[in-house]
């Protein structure tokens, strides 16, 4: 079984900071999202990174892979009200044809961001 | 961009009583996952489908089942519903060789009196 174990779980500061969240695992896995989930809404996909030691980049955001594949991190540059809800991350682990697990996600506990004006 | 569509988007129904929800994938997607929200967790993966055929099965109750149709929509039947299936449920789908990017649906909000 995979598990993803996310920090922080709340994390309230001012507009303008910056902040970091993390997700670990002992898994290495295949792919790992980053969602972000407003309340009663679906996870919108913020990011995919599926190779080792990858770094992406949308607006403020930066998304880092760990070399082995195990861990993430999200990094919020300068951070604004519209920042505020709940982020996620996911791993999935693809196996060939002839495995049992076809890219099904396992998702961390996530992170509620308060950013106040 | 056609999204996932999902019917019902709020369900309340009484316990013992049946429920059956349903997702419409993107057009063109070959893989539809089902997961459970309950109230301050993550998604839970209950079960998925590639090419109408049962692919992965997580922590779905005997209670539960689902199909993938010819027409590549999904429907999660729910039967002798239980108060602690009151959450959200989430289809996702996506081309499974696409490093998983899955989609996700707005959600059915089920509530269980």
Not at chain 1, 42 to 54: D, H, R
Not at chain 1, 84 to 107: E, P
Not at chain 2, 10 to 16: A, D, G, P, T, V
Request: hydrophobic fraction near 35%.
């Amino acid at each position: 079984t995979q598990l993803l174990e996310q920090s922080p779980q709340f994390l309230s500061i001012q507009e303008g900071e910056n902040l970091t969240v993390y997700c670990n695992s002992s898994s290495v896995f295949s792919s790992l999202q980053w969602y972000r989930q407003e309340p009663g809404e679906g996870p919108v996909l913020l990011v995919t990174v599926v190779t080792g030691g990858e770094v992406k980049k949308l607006k403020r955001l930066t998304f880092q892979f760990g070399d082995a594949r195990k861990d993430s991190s999200l990094h919020i540059t300068a951070a604004q009200p519209g920042d505020t809800g709940l982020y996620l991350c996911a791993g999935a682990v693809n196996l060939n044809a002839g495995g049992t697990s076809y890219g099904k996600l396992t998702f961390g506990q996530g992170t509620i961001l308060t950013v106040h004006p | 961009a056609a999204g996932v569509i999902q019917s019902p988007r709020h369900l309340i129904k009484e316990k013992r009583e049946t429920a059956t929800l349903k997702c419409y994938p993107i057009p063109r997607h070959d893989t539809v996952y089902w997961y459970q929200q309950g109230p301050g967790q993550d998604p839970q993966f209950l079960i998925s489908f590639y090419e109408k055929m049962q692919s992965d099965k997580g922590s779905i109750p005997d209670r539960f089942s689902a199909q993938q149709f010819s027409d590549y929509h999904s429907e999660l039947n729910m039967s002798s519903l239980e108060l602690g299936d009151s959450a959200l449920y989430f289809c996702a789908s996506n081309l499974l060789l696409t490093h998983n990017e899955q989609f996700f649906g707005p959600g059915t909000r089920l509530t269980v009196l």
